[in-house]
């Protein structure tokens, strides 16, 4: 997610409400936007010590992204996302190809429209022109679908793959919209959109990777658990699962991963220091239930 306020996700669940199948998230990219020559090289190697990697996929969940370390986003290692914590558990080289702002139509296409990845609705600018992630891209034109094809074709090391994508579409649709994408038929064409790319990501990791290891849908957590708002949230899972199992591969609830913990502090995820206060993006805390609830289905 590229947002910046806490209240925007709390228009979306909103929205969200009137529907009961979309996905809730979004990420990140690339290198340094200062020469696109310098993000060229190759895809990443073979795992050298762990004997096996991990590729995630996704927005600026996975990334680590946190909206207000502005001053922090020339170095990648600073953002820190659950995919870092759960590769250690593993002991699993991580290949983290997130994007913060990434839609699942910029996921499968680098010129289509972003939330802040390769582009915003505004300009051409995005954050991965800008700034470092946390791999190399061959180029500001190479998408993170491609990234990931590569990568599984040339590496036959890579154990698990999760993926994480879809929140940065419904934000791009509040920003187009004359309804701000509250009108119920807008909002189940839109659905329909992000389940048809997240199958699309899928099918591909499967065929034209080639990948037959373990693949992890990862979903959402609620900012607050006690209102009708973050309890409609929960819903959105059904339709990741639908997609999911039509593609082999799992689902690791992130919703369900905060519950409890938001419960004990009055269902309030920020108050029970899961999510980073004024934002949407999770804390240290937060990622690790997030690595868990993932390494949950990987051990199961």
Do not use: W
Request: glycine share 10%; hydrophobic share 40%.
């Amino acid at each position: 997610m590229r947002i910046r306020l806490a209240g925007r996700v709390r228009n979306l669940t909103v929205a969200l409400a009137a529907v009961s199948c979309v996905v809730l998230t979004s990420s990140c990219s690339s290198d340094d936007g200062s020469s696109d020559a310098a993000s060229s090289s190759s895809t990443p190697t073979a795992a050298e010590e762990s004997g096996g990697a991990y590729l995630a996929l996704g927005d600026s969940v996975p990334f680590g992204y946190r909206g207000g370390a502005t001053a922090e986003f020339s170095d990648e290692d600073n953002f820190i996302g659950y995919p870092e914590l759960l590769g250690e558990e593993l002991g699993l080289e991580v290949l983290n190809a997130s994007c913060p702002g990434e839609t699942t139509a910029s996921f499968l296409d680098a010129t289509a429209q972003s939330n802040g990845c390769q582009n915003t609705l505004q300009s051409d600018f995005g954050y991965r022109k800008a700034y470092p992630v946390h791999v190399q891209y061959q180029g500001f034109d190479q998408s993170q679908m491609n990234f990931a094809v590569r990568t599984l074709q040339e590496n036959d090391d890579v154990e698990l793959v999760t993926v994480q994508i879809g929140a940065n579409d419904l934000f791009v649709c509040q920003q187009t919209s004359p309804t701000r994408c509250s009108d119920p038929a807008e909002l189940q064409t839109l659905a329909q959109t992000v389940q048809t790319n997240l199958a699309t990501i899928l099918s591909t990791l499967r065929g034209e990777a080639g990948y037959d290891g373990q693949i992890v849908v990862v979903t959402y957590y609620a900012l607050n658990y006690a209102d009708a708002l973050g309890q409609a949230t929960g819903a959105l899972g059904s339709g990741l699962a639908q997609v999911a199992a039509a593609h082999d591969a799992d689902v690791a609830d992130g919703y369900q991963a905060f519950q409890a913990p938001a419960g004990a502090a009055g269902g309030d995820s920020i108050a029970a220091g899961l999510v980073l206060p004024n934002d949407v993006h999770p804390t240290e805390q937060g990622q690790q239930l997030l690595a868990d609830a993932v390494a949950a289905v990987v051990e199961d």
